[in-house]
């Protein structure tokens, strides 16, 4: 079974920075590239930033641009994503999302979620 | 950067009714959208790819349609279970979602 388990999410302070963390399971992870997906409290999903099988690879939405970093270790099977210089608009549940690896690069698998919360 | 707008914002409907749900690209996508449903407090999941094909598990009262900068979602006889927010896709030039559609009880 395909499983995405986030975690990392916490409150922090605007400025500050966090690490998120994406562990992979029930699929080779090394052979499928992976977004991160956000969702601000009652609002609508947010693509966020894009890494490759081999991590060599990456792309950001402008609004984070600059302030996030997407990495992988492919030996652990883990997904990170480094914020920093948080602000208060980066609150948000934070998904890792897989990418299809059969033509469509839709997220066909998604994981639960971990909130992040930047607050004074 | 590519926009998707979707419409209505909110859609109220009984149980039984075809609802459609329309999305629309700022320029071209040719057929890369996708279909998500998503519910309170979970995860989004993938319905419809590629703009008409019907994910793998996915009840066939779901359909979709369009090429280019317009498509549909198209839910025939609506049940209990399909009240939720929708969003569509585009993965023609990176990714970026519409702003949500609820279907809601009416």
């Known amino acids: 079974e395909v499983q995405l388990v986030e975690s990392g999410g916490d409150l922090v302070q605007p400025g500050g920075s966090l690490r998120l963390s994406c562990s992979a399971s029930?699929?080779?992870?090394?052979?499928?590239?992976i977004n991160w997906v956000r969702q601000a409290p009652g609002k609508g999903l947010e693509w966020v930033s894009y890494v490759n099988t081999a991590g060599s690879g990456t792309y950001y939405a402008d609004s984070v641009k600059g302030r996030f970093t997407v990495s992988r270790d492919n030996a652990k099977n883990s997904l990170y994503l480094q914020m920093n210089s948080l602000r208060a608009e980066d609150t948000a549940v934070y998904f890792c999302?897989?990418?299809?690896?059969?033509?469509?690069?839709?997220?066909?698998?998604w994981g639960q979620g971990t909130l992040v919360t930047v607050s004074s | 950067d590519i926009q998707m707008t979707q419409s209505p914002s909110t859609l109220s409907a009984s149980v039984g009714d075809r609802v459609t749900i329309t999305c629309r690209a700022s320029?071209?996508?040719?057929?890369?959208l996708a279909w998500y449903q998503q519910k309170p407090g979970k995860a989004p999941k993938l319905l419809i790819y590629e703009a008409s094909n019907l994910e793998s598990g996915v009840p066939s009262r779901f359909s979709g349609s369009g090429s280019g900068t317009e498509f549909t979602l198209t839910i025939t006889s609506l049940q209990p279970d399909d009240f939720a927010t929708y969003y569509c896709?585009?993965?023609?030039?990176?990714?970026?979602f519409g702003q949500g559609t609820k279907v809601e009880i009416k």
């Open positions: 029930g699929f080779t992870f090394n052979t499928y590239e």
């Open positions: 999302a897989r990418v299809g690896n059969w033509g469509s690069q839709v997220n066909d698998y």
């Open positions: 896709q585009q993965y023609n030039s990176l990714w970026t």
């Open positions: 320029q071209s996508i040719s057929g890369r």
